[in-house]
């Protein structure tokens, strides 16, 4: 069974950092797409970031110039650096892997958990 293993969320002030951290288990070549989503309470589940295996990044308007999303594709990690973070960054974060063979099967869209984000004002 594959999982996507999510970390670093927390509570932080406003103006703060977080780093969030994603992990996909079992035995994966390659992903093509990793990213980040996030719902708000009484919202839908938005794109923050994704990136792509050659690199190629994405980002949200709303958190362009302050978030950083990077990958290890070796470990089949996505990062998302949080900079500058504000009241309405606060939502459960989602970890997303788009695009890979597992066990002989082609998996889409596949999600985590998710790991909650805090900011205070």
């Known amino acids: 069974q594959v999982q996507l293993v999510e970390s670093g969320g927390g509570l932080v002030q406003a103006g703060g950092s977080l780093r969030l951290s994603c992990a996909a288990s079992?035995?994966?070549?390659?992903?093509?797409?990793m990213g980040w989503y996030r719902q708000a309470p009484g919202k839908q589940r938005e794109l923050v970031a994704t990136?792509?295996?050659?690199?190629?990044?994405n980002y949200a308007d709303s958190v362009k110039g302050r978030f950083t999303i990077s990958r290890d594709n070796a470990k089949n990690t996505v990062y998302l650096q949080m900079n500058s973070l504000k009241p309405e960054d606060t939502a459960v974060y989602y970890c997303?892997?788009?695009?890979?063979?597992?066990?002989?099967?082609?998996?889409?869209?596949?999600w985590g958990q998710g790991t909650q984000v805090t900011v205070a004002s």
């Open positions: 997303n892997a788009d695009g890979f063979y597992y066990g002989g099967i082609y998996y889409l869209n596949y």
């Open positions: 079992g035995t994966i070549l390659s992903i093509n797409t």
């Open positions: 990136a792509t295996s050659g690199g190629r990044t």
